[in-house]
């Protein structure tokens, strides 16, 4: 056999063996490395839809935490607000009754001014009864000069 008809069967094999390949061996090949580049795509589309919903997460976490905040220092300054204006009533009442029992105070210290005076006047009418008994030297009837000891009471 010559080179040349050795190099037409080997060119022949070579072109059955290209054929067989693309036929048979390249399309499961080029099908098994598409689907791989497909999973390493949908992995990377993952991955970025993950790193999007991790940010907006996180944004959505801090917005909340700031409402969180906001929400209880606004409670807070409410309940001090609130105490101080419970602090604010109860010192009201306790004035309001305070004032009350200072004017009842007074108004039974002037009642008791007001018996002390009655008292003091009778005492002083029989005083000045005893003591004119004496100047007279006679006895003086109170029933008699009822009007005269009233007289002598108002004036005092």
Do not use: C, Y
């Not at 700031?66 to 009442?93: G, M, S, V, Y």
């Amino acid at each position: 056999m010559s080179i040349n008809a050795t190099l037409f069967i080997q060119g022949i094999v070579f072109l059955i063996l290209v054929l067989f390949t693309m036929k048979f061996v390249w399309p499961p090949i080029a099908k098994a490395l598409d689907e791989r580049a497909q999973k390493i795509a949908d992995g990377l589309a993952a991955a970025d839809r993950a790193k999007t919903e991790l940010t907006a997460v996180t944004q959505r976490v801090d917005k909340e935490l700031a409402d969180t905040r906001n929400e209880t220092a606004q409670r807070l300054a409410d309940a001090e607000r609130r105490a101080q204006a419970i602090i604010d009533e109860a010192k009201a009442r306790a004035t309001e009754e305070g004032n009350k029992i200072v004017a009842a105070a007074r108004a039974d210290a002037e009642q008791q001014t007001i018996r002390v005076r009655e008292a003091l006047r009778e005492e002083v009418a029989v005083l000045a009864v005893k003591g004119a008994e004496q100047i007279l030297r006679r006895e003086v009837d109170a029933g008699v000069h009822a009007e005269l000891l009233q007289r002598l009471k108002t004036e005092l």
